[in-house]
Nanobody, 121 residues
């Protein structure tokens, strides 16, 4: 069983900061791309940021310059530092990872349960 567990969500005022963390655990041979997506009621899930195994980041235009994604391959973790938060950043943030469980398997899309971020104006 492979799990992604997020932490760090909460309530913050506009202009404030939060740091989200995600750890992958279980039977894991390797992890490819990891990242964060977010979703609000009635809207499709949208990409926030991705990070490759070598640490190359990709950001959505809406968060570039405010959010920073980082990764620790030795601990199977990623973090998302969110600064200058805006009310429109309010959403459920979910961790994503492409996980290879054995030497013979391909990469499977794996999702965490999500952590709620609320930014008040």
């Amino acid at each position: 069983q492979v799990q992604l567990v997020e932490s760090g969500g909460g309530l913050v005022q506009a202009g404030g900061s939060l740091r989200l963390s995600c750890v992958a655990s279980g039977s894991i041979f390797g992890i490819g791309v990891m990242g964060w997506y977010r979703q609000t009621d009635g809207k499709q899930r949208e990409l926030v940021a991705l990070i490759s195994r070598t640490g190359a980041p990709t950001y959505a235009e809406t968060v570039r310059g405010r959010f920073t994604i980082s990764r620790d391959n030795t601990k199977n973790t990623i973090d998302l530092q969110m600064n200058s938060l805006k009310p429109e950043d309010t959403a459920v943030y979910s961790c994503y990872a492409a996980i290879q469980r054995t030497t013979r398997s391909g990469y499977s899309n794996t999702w965490g349960q999500g952590t709620e971020v609320t930014v008040s104006s």
